[in-house]
């Protein structure tokens, strides 16, 4: 017969690291892609599909701007851009595509593999750091009345 007494203590990660779960917290700015020029037909095709698939979309030319095409590529989901570049390999892409990154629009990303689901995650998260900033002002607010 076996006999085990156990005992357990509840943690976050901001005490031990020990009670951090193995898991991924990231974030990136969200990019921007805009179309300087038209990319048209085999091109348009290259671009969508080799080069940033997801990002654009071939669609019909329909205008008389884009009279002798057949088809040209349009930006539909900028999320799904991963920053590459490997497009700019093509000199006319290279001109006609411009890739940066919104300074201000974040996108994060948690992944959960615990019992805690990524939104709770989350909200503790913000709880701690919140209770952190209040610390800092506090220390601040302090330091000034000593002087």
């Known amino acids: 017969s076996i006999e085990l007494e156990a005992h357990a203590r509840r943690g976050v990660g901001e005490d031990h690291a020990k009670y951090s779960p193995v898991a ?7 990019p921007q892609v805009e179309l300087l020029n038209p990319v048209y037909d085999e091109l348009a095709d290259d671009l969508a599909n080799l080069y940033e698939p997801g990002v654009f979309e ?18 539909v ?6 920053m590459s570049r490997n497009f700019m390999r093509v000199p006319e892409l290279k001109e006609a595509v411009k890739i940066t990154r919104v300074p201000d629009h974040f996108i994060f990303s948690i992944e959960s593999v615990g019992a805690l689901k990524p939104g ?16 800092v002002i506090r220390m601040a607010d302090e330091s000034l009345e000593v002087e």
């Open 24 to 30: 991924t917290a990231s974030y990136r700015l969200m």
């Open 58 to 75: 071939v669609v019909k030319c329909d205008s008389k701007d884009d009279a002798g095409h057949d088809r040209k590529a349009v930006v």
């Open 120 to 135: 709770v995650i989350l909200a503790e998260a913000l709880r701690i750091l919140k209770g952190k900033c209040h610390n």
């Open 77 to 82: 989901s900028p999320y799904a851009c991963t």
